[in-house]
C-alpha cells in the first residue's frame, strides 16, 4: 500500500495546530484530584462535621481508594526537610494516599500570595501550612472547615492545652477550632556565651529587669575597634517590637482581635519603642543600624552582636551539629525577656500549624488525617527534631523538646520557651492583614524615621495611629 | 449598475485563498492563542477588576469608580508616581549620554574592541535579581565597594540604601550599569552614518566638533529617540532592584510605581484597586510615548 508523505506545509500546519491544542489545554484548569471509590464506612459524603470517626488519628481515610492531598507547606529551609519525611513515612503507612507537597521559599512574602492566588484560581490546596493569625480572614470567608468534630473524633486533644490564651486565641474563631497546630511559637532573648565571658558578665537569668538589660547591653558594647560587638541586635520591626511592646502591660489596639480602634500613642508604648526602635541605634548606639546589617554583616551568627530576640526556629543559625563539625557555632542560651511594667510578664505566644481548605468531603478528610498525623505525638516529633521548633503539646515540650534541644543545640534555659508561651499574647488579628498595616503604615510612617533617627516615637505615633484607624474603618465598614 | 458587476464586487473568495488564509492562521495561531490568552484576555480583565473591589478570597464587587478615585487622593499612589518621575527624569538622560559616548568611543579604532563592547554589554545578560544582590554589596555601609573608593577622596561612608535623600540616587547610579542594549544600538547607527559626509565636512574645514555636532547627533536622532522612549517606559517599570534592594524604603523613597502596584495587590490582596494603579500607569507611558512621538518631530532627522 502507497503511503501518503506529508507535505512540509501540511507538516507545519499540523504542528501548529498541535502547538495549539496544548497551549488550550495548558490553559484550562487542573483535573481534580480522582474521585475515590465508594468507602467501606457508611454515608461518605457527609458533611466532615458529621463524619464517622476513624480508629486513631494516623489512620488512612475510611476509603482505600487511591486518594491525593495537595499540601501548601510553609517553605522555611528548616521546614522543607520536615515535609518530606512525613509525607514519605504517612504514604509508606497509607499506601492509597499521595500527598503532594508545594513548599514555598521565602514564605514570609511568598506564601500567602500563592495560597489566595490558587483560591481565586479554584483550586485551592487540600491542606494549608498558617500563621496563627493569618487564618481568621479566610475562616470568615467560609473557605476552611472547623475541626472540631474531628479533634474529639480522633482524640486529638495534645496540642489544645486549656488555660493558655495565645493558643486558644491563634486556634479558635467564634467558637470553632479551625487551626491544627503543629507549633507553640514563641520568642525569647538568646545571647551568645562569648561576649559576656570575655567582658566578664554574668549570664542573664530569668529573673532580670530591663534595667540589668540595658545595663548589659551598654557594657557589652564595644565598636572602635575592628571587631564591632554590639550589646544587642534589634530586630527593626513592629511585629518583633511587640515582645517589648507586651512587656508595657498596654497594647497597640482596643481588642487583639477584632479590633475597632488604633491606639499605639500610649505613654508606655511610646517609651518602650522609643528606646527600642530609635535610642538603642541613635543614641545608646548598643544596635547596628539596618545599615551595619545589610548583606549580613554585623549580626548574633556573625559574632558581633551579644543579644538577640528570637524563637527556637533560630537554633540552627547558631549552634548545631553540623555547625560544630565546620567549627563555626556560636554557643548561646537562652533567657525570658527581661522584667518591664507589667508584673506577669508577658510575653508573645501563638501557634502555628495547619488548616483543611473547603474541598471534597473525602478529600477533606484525608487532609484531615495526613493533619492529625503530622500534629500527634509521633508526628510532631518528627516535625520538632527537624527544624528545631517547639512542639505543639506542652507535655512533650518537658519530656521530649527540653532535652533534645540541650543536647542538639547547646540550650539550658529551654523552659523559658514553656515558661515564655504560657504567658503568651498573640500578636493582632484583623480584616486589616497585619503586613498591609506594616508595609503601608507603621514601616513608613513609625519605624522608618525612628529607626533613621529622625523622628521621636511621639512625633510618628499619633501619625501611625491615624493612618492606621483609616485601614480598620475602611475594613471594619467593610 | 449591472447585477453581475455587484456580484463580482462581492464574490467570495476562491477555496484556495480560503484554504491559503486557513493555513495562515494555523501557522499563526500559537502566537494569537498565546497573545490572547496571556495578553489581551488579562488586560480586559484587568480593566473589569479595576471597577471592582476583590481581594483573591471573595467573589469581585463592583464599586464603579471607587478605585479611580482613591487613586487621586492616596499620597501613597502619588508618592510612588513621584519617585519613579524622578528616577526617570534623572537616569535617562544620563544613560543616554553616557551610552552615546561609550558607542561613540567604541567605535573608535581600539585594542580589545570588541572585548570592551562585550564587557560594556555584559550586565544586561546578568539576571536582574544577582544584579540587585550585587548592588547591594556595592553600596553597604561598611563594607561598599562605592564608600571605599569615596573614602579615598575623604568622602564619609554614606548609608546609600538607608537615607531618605540617598536611595533614589543609588538606584539612579546603579540604572548607568545597564547601558549596554543603548549602546549597541548607538554603535549600530553610528556604523550606518555614511562616511562621504564626514569627508564632504573635513573638506568644507570642520573639526571634530562640528563634524559631531551637524552630522553624528542630527543622524543619530532616530535612534536617540527610539532609546529615549524604550528607556523612560523601563524607568517607570522598574521594580526588582527596589523590591530587593529596599522593598520600598526608607520611609517609601524608592516605592516606586510598579513595586506599589505589586504591594497593593499581592501583598494587601486589592486586586482591584492594584488595576486601577496599573491602567494609570498605562495612561501615563503613553501619554509620555505620544507626547514624544509628537515633540519628535521638532528634533528627530530621519534621511529621506
Known amino acids: 500500500m502507497a503511503i501518503k508523505r506529508l507535505s512540509r506545509k501540511q507538516f507545519l500546519m499540523l504542528a501548529g495546530s498541535g502547538v495549539t491544542a496544548a497551549a488550550l489545554a495548558a490553559c484550562a484548569q487542573p483535573t481534580p484530584a480522582p474521585a475515590p471509590a465508594a468507602p467501606a464506612k457508611a454515608e461518605p459524603t457527609k458533611a466532615p462535621a458529621a463524619a464517622e470517626p476513624t480508629k486513631a488519628p494516623a489512620a488512612a481515610p475510611a476509603a482505600k481508594a487511591p486518594i491525593t492531598v495537595d499540601f501548601l507547606a510553609w517553605g522555611d529551609n528548616t521546614d522543607i526537610p520536615a515535609w518530606e519525611k512525613l509525607s514519605k513515612l504517612y504514604m509508606e503507612r497509607n499506601p492509597n494516599v499521595t500527598i503532594k507537597v508545594t513548599s514555598i521559599a521565602d514564605p514570609g512574602n511568598n506564601f500567602y500570595p500563592k495560597l489566595q492566588t490558587m483560591i481565586a484560581g479554584g483550586t485551592p490546596p487540600h491542606l494549608s501550612s498558617f500563621q496563627g493569625w493569618e487564618w481568621q480572614t479566610y475562616a470568615d470567608k467560609g473557605l476552611l472547615v472547623p475541626v472540631d468534630d474531628w479533634i474529639s473524633r480522633d482524640k486529638l486533644t495534645g496540642p489544645y492545652s486549656e488555660g493558655i490564651a495565645g493558643l486558644d486565641v491563634s486556634t479558635r474563631r467564634k467558637g470553632k477550632r479551625y487551626l491544627i497546630p503543629l507549633q507553640m511559637a514563641t520568642m525569647v532573648m538568646f545571647y551568645a556565651k562569648k561576649p559576656f565571658q570575655e567582658a566578664g558578665i554574668p549570664f542573664p537569668t530569668d529573673d532580670w529587669t530591663f534595667e540589668q538589660f540595658l545595663d548589659i547591653a551598654k557594657k557589652l558594647t564595644k565598636t572602635d575597634g575592628p571587631n564591632k560587638m554590639f550589646g544587642l541586635q534589634a530586630n527593626g520591626n513592629w511585629f518583633r517590637d511587640i515582645g517589648w511592646i507586651v512587656g508595657t502591660g498596654k497594647r497597640e489596639f482596643d481588642n487583639i482581635v477584632d479590633p475597632k480602634k488604633a491606639q499605639f500613642n500610649q505613654p508606655e508604648i511610646v517609651e518602650i519603642v522609643q528606646l527600642v526602635a530609635n535610642d538603642v541605634y541613635n543614641t545608646l548606639k548598643i544596635a547596628p543600624t539596618p545599615a551595619d546589617q545589610s548583606g549580613g554583616a554585623n549580626t548574633i551568627q556573625t559574632g558581633n552582636c551579644a543579644m538577640k530576640y528570637e524563637g527556637a526556629w533560630f537554633f540552627t543559625q547558631l549552634n548545631s551539629p553540623q555547625l560544630r563539625e565546620q567549627k563555626k557555632e556560636v554557643e548561646f542560651d537562652v533567657v525570658l525577656m527581661p522584667k518591664y511594667k507589667d508584673p506577669n510578664r508577658p510575653h508573645r505566644g501563638w501557634s502555628e500549624g495547619l488548616a483543611v481548605p473547603k474541598s471534597k468531603p473525602d478529600t477533606q478528610e484525608a487532609a484531615w488525617a495526613f493533619a492529625a498525623f503530622m500534629a500527634g505525638e509521633e508526628g510532631d516529633k518528627i516535625y520538632s527534631e527537624t527544624t528545631g521548633r517547639i512542639p505543639n503539646d506542652p507535655k512533650l515540650v518537658e519530656s521530649f523538646w527540653i532535652p533534645r534541644i540541650k543536647e542538639l543545640y547547646g540550650v539550658s534555659n529551654g523552659k523559658a520557651f514553656l515558661e515564655a508561651f504560657k504567658r503568651g499574647q498573640i500578636d493582632v488579628v484583623s480584616a486589616v492583614p497585619r503586613s498591609k498595616m506594616w508595609s503601608e503604615v507603621v514601616k513608613p510612617v513609625g519605624w522608618d524615621p525612628m529607626i533613621a533617627g529622625k523622628a521621636k516615637a511621639s512625633e510618628v505615633l499619633p501619625k501611625v495611629d491615624e493612618a492606621l484607624q483609616k485601614l480598620l474603618d475602611e475594613a471594619n465598614k467593610g | ?304
Request: proline letters at 6%; glycine letters at 6%.
Open chain 2, 1 to 304: 449598475m449591472s447585477v453581475n458587476a455587484t456580484l463580482s464586487k462581492t464574490r467570495l473568495p476562491s477555496r484556495l485563498k480560503l484554504r491559503e488564509w486557513a493555513a495562515g492562521y494555523l501557522f499563526a495561531a500559537p502566537f494569537i492563542v498565546g497573545f490572547l490568552a496571556f495578553t489581551a484576555f488579562p488586560m480586559l480583565y484587568s480593566i473589569w477588576l479595576s471597577f471592582n473591589k476583590w481581594d483573591l478570597l471573595s467573589p469581585p464587587r463592583f464599586v464603579g469608580l471607587q478605585n479611580f478615585v482613591k487613586m487621586i487622593a492616596d499620597p501613597r499612589a502619588n508618592l510612588s508616581l513621584y519617585n519613579s518621575a524622578y528616577y526617570t527624569v534623572f537616569a535617562v538622560p544620563i544613560q543616554l549620554l553616557i551610552s552615546f559616548s561609550l558607542a561613540l568611543a567604541l567605535t573608535q579604532k581600539l585594542r580589545f574592541r570588541d572585548v570592551y563592547r562585550a564587557g560594556f554589554y555584559l550586565p544586561i545578560i546578568v539576571p536582574l535579581v544577582a544584579s540587585a544582590v550585587v548592588w547591594q554589596r556595592v553600596f553597604h555601609y561598611e563594607y561598599g565597594i562605592l564608600n571605599e573608593v569615596l573614602g579615598w577622596v575623604g568622602i564619609p561612608p554614606q548609608k546609600w540604601l538607608f537615607d531618605v535623600n540617598l536611595a533614589k540616587p543609588a538606584f539612579i547610579f546603579m540604572s548607568f550599569w545597564m547601558i549596554g542594549r543603548q549602546m549597541v544600538i548607538f554603535i549600530a547607527g553610528l556604523g550606518n552614518i555614511p562616511q562621504s559626509l564626514y569627508e564632504a565636512a573635513s573638506i568644507d574645514g570642520a573639526g571634530a566638533f562640528r563634524r559631531m555636532w551637524h552630522i553624528t547627533i542630527p543622524m543619530m536622532t532616530p535612534l536617540i529617540f527610539y532609546n529615549m522612549v524604550i528607556a523612560i517606559i523601563n524607568s517607570f517599570q522598574t521594580f526588582i532592584p527596589a523590591k530587593i534592594m529596599t522593598d520600598g524604603g526608607p520611609e517609601n523613597a524608592t516605592l516606586f510605581v510598579v513595586l506599589n502596584i505589586w504591594q497593593q495587590g499581592f501583598q494587601f490582596f486589592n486586586m482591584g484597586y492594584a488595576s486601577a494603579l496599573a491602567w494609570e500607569l498605562f495612561v501615563i507611558i503613553v501619554g509620555f510615548t505620544i507626547a514624544q512621538f509628537y515633540l519628535s518631530n521638532k528634533w528627530v532627522y530621519y534621511e529621506a
